[in-house]
C-alpha cells in the first residue's frame, strides 16, 4: 500500500511514523508513506498556504493553489475511475465535517493500493478542494483540533496494521473491539477467545493470579475454555452497555447474546425494597 499525506507541517510526522506497527509495516515493505510539504507548491516570497475566506469570518482558510498543484504531482487517475471503482486508490480530505472514521472504514482503506490524506486546517480548506480533489472527508471525532496531522496519523496506525502481516498475530485484529460480523471472514481464534463483532472488547488479566489483595477471575483459570467464552462475552456485553451503548445496535448479536443482554438488563435495574 501507497499513503501520500499532504500537510504544511512535514516534521510532525517523523516521530508518529517512526515507532510501532506504522514503522514495522514500513520496514517489512508492506507500506510506503510519502510527506508532502505544501509549502513546496507556492510561487511567492512567504511560501502562503492560506488566506482570509470571501465573505468574512474569523481565521484563515487553506487556499487551492498549493493542494491542487501538489495533487497533479502524484499523477493520481481522474476522480471518476477512483469514484467508479475501477482503480484502488481514495483522496481523503481531513476534516471536523467528515464523516466519522470507524473500524469498518479502516478496513475498507486497508483493502485500496493508494490512499491520498490532506491534512485540512481547523479554520477549513477551500471548498472547492473539497468538492474537485477528495473523494470524501473523514472525521477521527466529534471534536475539532487545530489541524488533520493528528488525524492522519491515526488513520495511518489504524490502516497499516490491518496489512496482513503487519501484527505478529493476525487473530488478534480479528477479536478486537469494533470489528464486526462482515469482518470475521476467516476468524481463527481459539474457542477460549471471544471475537468481539462489533462489541467493545472483554476484560484481560495477566501474571500474577493475585496482585495487592486483587484477584484474578476465578473462571479465567479454570480450564475450562467454554465456561471463559461465555465469561467473556457476558462482561463485553456489560462493558459495551455501560460504556458504550450505542454499539448494540449494530453489533452482531447471536440468540444468546440478547438473552445475556437481557439478564444484564435485568440485573442492571434498582431493585425495590418490599415494606
Known sequence: MKIDILTIFPDFFRGPLDYGITHRAVEMGLATISIHDLREFTHDLHRTVDDRPFGGGE??????????ECMDSLALPDRQDRAAGTVKQSVILLSAQGQRFTQAIATELAGLERVVLICGR???????????????????GDYVLSGGELAAAVIVETVTRLLPGAV??????????????????????????????????????????????????EILVSGNHEAI???????????????????????????????LLARITEDRRPKSRVT
Not at 477551500?126 to 472527508?137: K, N
Not at 469494533?178 to 477460549?192: H, W
Not at 462489533?198 to 484474578?216: I, K, N, Q, S
Not at 445496535?249 to 444468546?256: D, I, P, T
Open 59 to 68: 481565521g484563515m482558510v487553506l487556499k487551492p493553489e498549493p493542494l491542487f
Open 122 to 140: 481547523y479554520e477549513g480548506v477551500d471548498e472547492r478542494v473539497a468538492d474537485f480533489l477528495a473523494d470524501r472527508e473523514l472525521s477521527v
Open 168 to 217: 505478529g498475530n493476525a487473530a488478534s485484529i480479528e477479536q478486537e473491539s469494533f470489528t464486526t460480523g462482515a469482518e470475521l471472514q476467516n476468524v481463527s481464534g481459539p474457542i477460549s477467545t471471544c471475537c468481539s463483532r462489533g462489541l467493545l472488547d472483554y476484560p484481560h488479566y495477566t501474571r500474577p493470579a493475585e496482585f495487592r489483595g486483587m484477584t484474578v477471575p
Open 229 to 259: 467464552r461465555g465469561w467473556r462475552r457476558r462482561h463485553a456485553l456489560e462493558k459495551t452497555l455501560r460504556n458504550r451503548p450505542d454499539l448494540l445496535e449494530g453489533a452482531a448479536l447471536s440468540e444468546e447474546d440478547k438473552k
